[in-house]
């Protein structure tokens, strides 16, 4: 019996696919983010100089570049995706091999588009070290860049975890406290 009712709750979890987060924490408040299901941006690996094929098909409203301060230029895609819903268009993106992460844009028909950036800006708390955001960035599958100069103890992270959006890496720094 035990059995059967795990195989039942994994099948169950599996089907349910991956949860995303349509939300972001302000002051200790869950705020809902109106999450457009067909806009993404799409950032390539670095170094991938050329639109992948997969993306020519795709209406692209805006070509980004992007470097950071390690020297590795890249390029990001504001693409229109091809379902309507949002789940599937995310695995459609990610399965593009040169794809290194794909980030919501929040908006839609009555509101303004605002692309979301793979890059976090986080403040640790008085007393907090270093090496603990570097700790928990990196068992969220991110990289603390570099310390915000001239604002100290604040950092940025960029998120390269293709299992989750920049929004749901926030959110689960938030959630360690």
Known sequence: MT???CIAFCCNAFAQGRQVDDFYYYRNTKVELPVNVNQFVVYLNPGIPDVPPELEGLPILDTLYQSDRMGEPGWAYHVIAP?????SNIDFLLGIPEVNTVEYVI?????ENVMVSNLLYVRLNDGDEPALLDEVAGGLGAVVLWEREPIMGWYTVRNENRDQTSIELANAIWETG
């Open 107 to 111: 908006g839609g028909e009555e509101r």
């Open 83 to 87: 379902n309507g819903d949002l789940q």
């Open 3 to 5: 059995l059967l009712l």
